[in-house]
């Protein structure tokens, strides 16, 4: 956007921290900051109606579901039903049931789309008089290596609108304003294609008794619930593949073929996509004020379901740093944020990429050759046969506690 004259602008406004995005990463920031008593303000360019809607998650792991749980606001923000703790793997049309309960105390992951958390994420903080802003236009960051920065948008109604703060959580995803606000040079970017492509259906069918991964030499598959009535779709495809070359009949041929499951019932599909795995790590996570929370710092493999919950972790690390600076003028959740978050975005984006690779090598060898299929083929047959291999995919499935909780630590709970 074109810099606009002093003049037009009104005077800047004020608060602690302002939210760029209203995705799950800020509006889990916004609430955690509320109840922490610390002001903020959430700007979110869409509309409300089209953030609540969006369909991507559909899990929150065990280890988010006890951060929500710890801030006393579990009951509050997530719905769906708790996960009975097991997946299964569909190998050549065999079933092996694995389980993802790691043995820690605490409640269970809960089966809850993305849609569910942010309409809960949304009224929950609206009811606790929390200041959110849809259809923000033309945001823009301003001396965020400064001691108070300056974030400036647009209205609906076309008014321009300034917000002064000390901390700006950028949320906004990977195609967003607060990364780019970022000069060149200053975070080093580690990108990964995976050479793999997907598509994604979304059908009013039944769901899965439970999460679903099938491998066969067709190409892998996948089938989770999204819903009492609806379900997600994955199909392994060529990377530059189109939705168009996926007809509903060739959808549900495809599906039952590769799922081993002739009397899979079909239903209306009501949104479907082709994109490419990829994965990408932004270094550092922090510039100045700005701090980069969920998708505007890393993407990972949506294999295993860590995308949205190492955006709940960096909201969770974010939002006690700010409280710790604001309330006990200690400094060091700040200072390590970027190291805190990195230690725990690397160990899920290794799981990521060590399932996402068993998983596709063990069925179609076309890409990646019969001696890579046969070290997959060996690694899903000690997830199903080994006790400790299956302890060890199940705690990774739960999140792993790389930073240990700071408000167990003292007795006093994050709030």
């Not at 809850?112 to 033309?138: I, N, S, W």
């Amino acid at each position: 956007m074109a810099e606009q004259a002093p003049e037009l602008w009104e005077s800047p406004e004020s608060t602690t921290v302002v939210v760029i995005g209203a995705g799950p990463a800020g509006l889990t920031v916004a609430n955690l900051l509320r109840h922490s008593g610390i002001d903020c303000v959430v700007l979110e360019r869409r509309t409300r109606e089209h953030v609540a809607q969006r369909q991507r998650a559909g899990i929150v792991e065990a280890r988010a579901v006890r951060m929500f749980d710890s801030w006393g606001l579990a009951d509050q923000v997530l719905g769906g039903v708790p996960s009975d703790g097991t997946l299964e793997f569909r190998v050549d049309g065999e079933s092996h049931l694995v389980s993802d309960d790691d043995g820690s105390e605490g409640p269970p992951a809960r089966l809850c789309p993305q849609q569910v958390l942010v309409q809960k994420l949304t009224a929950g903080y609206l009811a606790d008089g929390g200041d959110l802003r849809f259809e923000a236009a033309d945001i823009s960051l301003h001396d965020l290596t400064g001691d108070r920065p300056t974030v400036r948008y647009r209205t609906a109604d076309g008014t321009l609108r300034a917000i002064a703060c000390a901390f700006v959580a950028g949320c906004d995803g990977d195609r967003g304003i607060s990364r780019a606000s970022v000069p060149d040079g200053v975070l080093t970017a580690h990108a990964f294609d995976h050479g793999i492509g997907w598509l994604t259906v979304l059908a009013d069918a039944p769901p899965p008794a439970r999460p679903l991964f099938a491998v066969s030499p067709h190409g892998f598959a996948a089938h989770f619930a999204r819903g009492p009535h609806a379900s997600r779709y994955y199909l392994q495809c060529p990377p530059d593949d189109h939705p168009g070359a996926w007809p509903d009949p060739r959808v549900w041929d495809a599906l039952r073929t590769r799922l081993a499951d002739p009397a899979l019932t079909p239903g209306p599909i009501t949104d479907r996509e082709t994109f490419r795995l990829r994965s990408l790590v932004h270094d550092p996570m922090q510039y100045g004020r700005l701090f980069l929370v969920g998708d505007a710092a890393h993407i990972v493999s949506p294999m295993g379901g860590k995308g949205m919950n190492l955006a709940l972790h960096d909201a969770d690390l974010f939002a006690r740093a700010v409280r710790d600076s604001v309330r006990d003028h200690d400094e060091t959740g700040l200072r390590t944020y970027s190291q805190c978050c990195l230690r725990r975005v690397w160990n899920d984006q290794e799981f990521s990429h060590w399932l996402t690779r068993t998983l596709h090598d063990a069925g179609d060898d076309t890409h990646s050759g019969p001696f890579h299929r046969g070290l997959a083929r060996a690694r899903l047959d000690r997830l199903f046969t080994s006790p400790t291999a299956s302890r060890a995919f199940a705690e990774l499935m739960a999140g792993l506690d790389t930073v240990p909780n700071a408000g167990a630590q003292d007795g006093r709970g994050p709030g």
